[in-house]
């Protein structure tokens, strides 16, 4: 495994986009946090950018990258190398190097301006997030032999879980805004890693005030220590699923 | 050494395999031999375990490997049409499987030496002809000095010298009391390589035989000849 890994590693090192990609967030990073006068407002910048710039790098360069090592892949397979070794090995080498990218880029400046507490939510969030869209890519790529097919489906899932599915929750708000609907709220938001790290950075920063009643529930459940943790655990599980389901299938491909 | 029991696979509506039985020792040569998508390439790829079988048994030295596959390290294969990492040179390229098989020691360099590999190191994989992608995969099939030597259309695309060098080095090897598995349409190439010789057609297997009973039973010296006549003997057409 650690063999295979190493070679991974070089690869996406080698390959420099990752590279890029940290300064980018950097430079996002210090400016969100440079350019507003208080410290709050460059806040939901970072947050906005963790939001909807890591998952999309995420999903979209590990896609193309998986479809790009088909012939890295059949060279190992044809070696004695287990096929769950390579595929660990790329899902290992391409979480790690985004993770990294996005803590030495914005993990940083988040942890210099933002306070302790919110700042280690924040960057949890993030790499958790890196990591969930890596293995939602594993899954959209395995799912397909066609390359353009792949990479609609991991778009289209990037567009589902950071615009439209927020649509729909804020849709459900104002057309059942009469009916107890907190609890469902609740649950529904548990259906996407992004707006269940949306909520969970939004609730341990001051603007969480702003809520209303809606927002109370939400303090209720995912303030408190265990809502943190069931969180935490339900986030574990988005990368869990998407990632053994494509391990799955990739065992019974012919290559 | 490698039997396979009953191997079924299917593509879709294509039945690229039907219930396959063969059995191959150690100390033989057998060639491959069929039309165009009569599932030779699928068979070598059931047995290395890159392609599933829907159904049926591999076995190799009477071990079932269809569960647990550290069988390969005794592999060596040369694929048709090499695919490799393209942004790679044809050093790293070698010194990644070696790390990877962690078998840096007790190489078999023969080849390597004869096509001249070393000067070419630096080389990356896409700037490369077929066929000197083909010399790279020979020298990583003989490399790790495997007990079985499955070569997927050896020749094609080699110029002559090259060709013969890797000829010559397929006896020394059978002679070694290694298994060796070659496909190929050219049959006169194969005269004076082979002991065995399989034919298929349709995903079955229509003769398996040793070639000295092949050219007895035809009444032909020439492997082709020989060949040519007793397909038609089966063959009702």
Known sequence: ?255 | MIEVKNISKRFGKLQALDSIHLSLHSGTCTALTGPNGCGKTTLIKTILGMVLPDSGNLYFEGENVLSHKTYKRDIGYMPQIGRYPENMSIGQIISMIQGIRNHTSDLDLELYEQFNLKDMLHKKMRTLSGGTTQKVSAVLAFMFQPKVLILDEPTAGLDPIASEILKEKIIQTTKQGKLVLITSHVLSELEGLISHMICMQDGRILMHEEVQVLKQKSGKEMLSQAMVKLLKEITPC
């Open chain 1, 1 to 255: 495994m650690l063999r295979v890994l190493k070679y991974v590693s070089l690869d996406i090192l080698k390959n420099k986009i990752v590279v890029v990609y940290a300064v980018m967030l950097a430079l996002f990073a210090w400016s969100a946090f440079g350019l507003e006068d208080n410290t709050s407002k460059g806040t939901l910048t970072a947050l906005n950018l963790i939001l909807l710039t890591v998952p999309l790098m995420s999903v979209l360069f590990s896609t193309i990258y998986i479809y790009n090592s088909s012939e890295f892949i059949e060279l190992l397979v044809s070696h004695p190398v287990k096929r769950s070794v390579i595929w660990q090995s790329l899902f290992a080498g391409l979480s790690i190097s985004l993770a990294l990218a996005f803590i030495l880029g914005a993990g940083i400046p988040i942890l210099i301006f933002v306070s302790l507490r919110s700042a280690l939510i924040m960057i949890l969030s993030g790499i958790l997030l890196s990591v969930i869209f890596v293995a939602i890519a594993f899954l959209s790529s395995v799912l397909t032999r066609d390359k353009a097919r792949g990479i609609g489906i991991s778009i289209l899932l990037w567009l589902y879980f950071t615009l439209l599915f927020d649509g729909m929750i804020l849709f459900l708000f104002f057309r059942f805004s009469e009916y107890p609907i907190e609890n469902t709220a609740v649950f529904l938001t548990a259906l996407s890693p992004v707006d269940l790290c949306r909520i969970l950075i939004l609730l341990h920063l001051d603007v969480a005030a702003m809520l209303g009643y809606t927002g109370a529930i939400f303090k209720d459940t995912f303030g408190s220590f265990w809502g943190l943790l069931v969180s935490f655990f339900l986030l574990l599980l988005w990368i869990f699923v998407p990632y053994v389901w494509s391990l799955y299938k990739f065992r019974k491909k012919d290559l």
